[in-house]
């Protein structure tokens, strides 16, 4: 069964950084893209940033350029490098993998509350 664990989160200021970290057990972690959601008070759960089994990268518009993910197949961990941060990018994130998140049960999700 796969395992997913976040972690990272925290209550920051206006352009602050959080840097947030998942692992995950019970897959071949390097076989699969890997991304982050989030969601937020009232709203659908969204993928922010997600990276290929290669290394290639995409990201939400809302995000783009003040977002990095990065994965480390070694430690079967997901990164998500948040800078500058917004009011807006208050949620709960979660990793996942694209493609497969029905069938994989959703970690506990790490808050993120970004004050103004």
């Known amino acids: 069964q796969v395992q997913l664990v976040e972690s990272g989160g925290g209550l920051v200021q206006a352009g602050g950084s959080l840097r947030l970290s998942c692992s995950a057990s019970?897959?071949?972690?390097?076989?699969?893209?890997t991304g982050w959601y989030r969601q937020a008070p009232g709203k659908q759960r969204e993928l922010v940033a997600d990276?290929?089994?290669?290394?290639?990268?995409n990201y939400a518009d809302s995000v783009k350029g003040r977002f990095t993910i990065s994965r480390d197949n070694a430690k079967n961990t997901v990164y998500l490098q948040m800078n500058t941060l917004k009011p807006e990018d208050t949620a709960v994130y979660y990793c996942?993998?694209?493609?497969?998140?029905?069938?994989?049960?959703w970690g506990q999700g790490t808050q993120v509350t970004v004050s103004s």
């Open positions: 990276i290929t089994s290669g290394g290639n990268t």
């Open positions: 019970g897959i071949i972690f390097n076989m699969y893209n």
């Open positions: 996942n993998f694209p493609g497969l998140t029905s069938k994989i049960v």
